[in-house]
């Protein structure tokens, strides 16, 4: 990315009597500091942000480190970041000994908000973004509209109640949360697959690939809304 070109970075902290979610984005992948000190975070069993694990990738082009204390999920945004070229750092620290509704709807609710910070006015982007892919036998197809008119639609077919320890029905329900505080039309539907982590993992992979092509910078239309209406 150019000196000339600004960053498209966000930071976001959602804290709630349920949650406590840190979310730090860069769209264009590249540094990424490290999420700032919070005392509500104090004393819970979450490595150190140096620390590399399950959820953690870094390279001179993307820095990825993801905590939300459920394995799947961390496994789902790892992909998501890693595929869309973003750098990306979430910390969660949720009522998992309720369930895992908190932990996921507020972990996409703060991913959200960070994208839509992130993009800013929503200038000079191609704002539509649509992909496949395939992870064996299963294919996911995802369709992106940066509307600032949230909508989600998703078909998933999973056939079992949890994907280690996420619940299955979290995946709908996250996405739709995402779309809600990311300000976009998203529609997500696996096409086929017989093994639902396979279905799952399609999914969040066609996403990123939409969210990259979405959020591309067009060459020669910087300054201008991509829409009839003038304003997005």
Avoid at 62 to 73: D, E, K, R
Avoid at 79 to 96: E, N, P, Q, Y
Avoid at 211 to 231: D, H, L, N
Wanted: hydrophobic residues 40%; neutral net charge.
């Amino acid at each position: 990315m150019g000196s000339n070109v600004e960053a498209r970075t966000a930071l976001v902290e959602r804290l709630t009597n349920e949650t406590k979610v840190q979310v730090s984005l860069s769209l264009d992948g590249g540094p990424l500091n490290l999420l700032p000190d919070n005392s509500k975070f104090s004393g819970a069993s979450i490595p150190d942000q140096k620390t590399e694990h399950h959820a953690s990738q870094s390279s001179s082009s993307q820095q990825i480190w993801i905590w939300t204390g459920v394995g799947f999920l961390d496994h789902m945004l790892h992909a998501l970041a890693k595929h869309a070229g973003w750098s990306l750092r979430i910390r969660t620290l949720g009522d998992l000994a309720i369930d895992d509704h908190h932990t996921t709807e507020d972990t996409f609710l703060g991913l959200g908000e960070a994208f839509h910070k992130a993009l800013g006015d929503r200038k000079g982007v191609r704002r539509f973004g649509d992909a496949h892919a395939p992870l064996d036998e299963a294919v996911a197809r995802a369709v992106l509209d940066i509307s600032s008119r949230p909508f989600f639609v998703g078909e998933f077919g999973f056939k079992d109640a949890k994907i280690g320890q996420l619940t299955t029905q979290m995946i709908h329900h996250g996405l739709q949360s995402f779309s809600q505080t990311a300000r976009v039309t998203l529609h997500v539907d696996v096409l086929k697959g017989d093994n639902d982590h396979h279905r799952a993992e399609a999914a969040f992979k066609s996403l990123a690939v939409a969210c990259r092509i979405a959020t591309e910078r067009v060459a020669g239309k910087a300054g201008e809304v991509i829409s009839t209406k003038g304003v997005l």
